[in-house]
């Protein structure tokens, strides 16, 4: 069971130039979701989705885009990279939409933009 | 909003000490509490998850209590190792499914 899997795990940008960070899961899991993680701060939600063909956005949603159309699946989009999106990336599911459920994060992706 | 903050920052403690970590949230309509471990350059591993209708958990030589009425959470660690050396994160979950994380405390425990 690879739980939840992100790739790629470092990427160098331009500024201006667009990439799509992958994120999947083998769990069955319903809700996805992609948060940043930068230094000093805790990690903070970007978009999430709770189920296929349905998304939304959350604390951070500004510059990226996401689409969900398997469950097992949900790609995170940078439209044009901008310095200020140097962070990590985290991607988490959970089981359902009920709201009292694990979630689980996969080891994530290191973005620098220059 | 949600506001999740974690003291201390940073932790240094002898090998065999016990050690609490705390986490204080600002509003109590969360849904569970959840204890991650994150090692350097790594993803997030969950430790404890706490329902809001529940006070603790435990898991081996860790144990995390939730006052939800207060905003308290305190993640104990009985007879700490060096491999209990990371940064541990706590999150709340509120509506939305949406996650809010503290800072997070580095913890180094030395040998």
């Known amino acids: 069971n690879a739980g939840v899997t992100q790739t790629p795990k470092f990427q160098v940008l331009k500024t201006g130039q667009s990439m799509t960070l992958q994120c999947a899961q083998d769990?069955?899991?319903?809700?996805m979701s992609w948060y940043r993680q930068d230094p000093g701060m805790g990690l903070r939600l970007i978009h999430y989705s709770v189920g296929a063909g349905i998304t939304d956005q959350g604390e951070v949603p500004n510059g990226y885009n996401v689409s969900r159309s398997t469950t097992e699946d949900f790609p995170l989009r940078l439209l044009s990279a901008a310095p200020s999106q140097t962070s990590v990336y985290f991607c988490a599911s959970s089981y359902s939409r009920t709201l009292n459920t694990e979630a689980f994060f996969g080891q994530g992706t290191r973005l620098t933009v220059v | 909003k949600q506001e999740v903050t974690q003291i201390p920052a940073a932790l240094s403690v002898p090998e065999g000490e016990n050690l609490v970590l705390n986490c204080s949230f600002t509003d109590s309509a969360i849904y569970n509490l959840q204890w991650f471990r994150q090692d350097p350059g790594k993803g997030l591993t969950s430790l404890l998850l706490i329902q809001s209708s529940q006070r603790e958990q435990t898991s081996g030589r860790l144990n995390a209590s939730l006052d939800k009425s207060s905003g308290r959470s305190t993640l104990y660690i009985a007879a700490s190792q060096p491999g209990d050396s990371a940064t541990y994160l706590c999150?709340?979950?509120?509506?939305?499914?949406?996650?809010?994380f503290g800072a997070g405390t580095r913890l180094t425990v030395k040998p």
């Open positions: 999150a709340v979950r509120v509506e939305n499914n949406d996650m809010r």
């Open positions: 769990m069955n899991h319903e809700y």
